[in-house]
């Protein structure tokens, strides 16, 4: 989470396992629970394109 900014909630249907983890990668890395969601998703679609 950015600093001084209010604390987000990710509004999507994720599992409690999948929220936790958003949460805790934006409180480490400083970013909102949307970029930090953006950028995990991002990631993911880069190890998975590598699979193939």
């Known amino acids: 989470m950015v ?3 209010p604390k987000a909630s990710l ?4 599992s ?3 929220k936790r983890q ?3 990668y934006a409180a480490r890395a400083g970013l909102s629970i949307t970029a930090a969601a953006v ?3 991002a990631e993911g679609l880069r ?3 590598r699979k193939r």
Do not use: D
């Open 47 to 49: 190890a998975e394109r």
């Open 11 to 14: 509004n999507l249907r994720v």
């Open 16 to 18: 409690p396992e999948l």
């Open 3 to 5: 600093r001084g900014e």
């Open 22 to 24: 958003i949460e805790e």
């Open 39 to 41: 950028v995990l998703l």
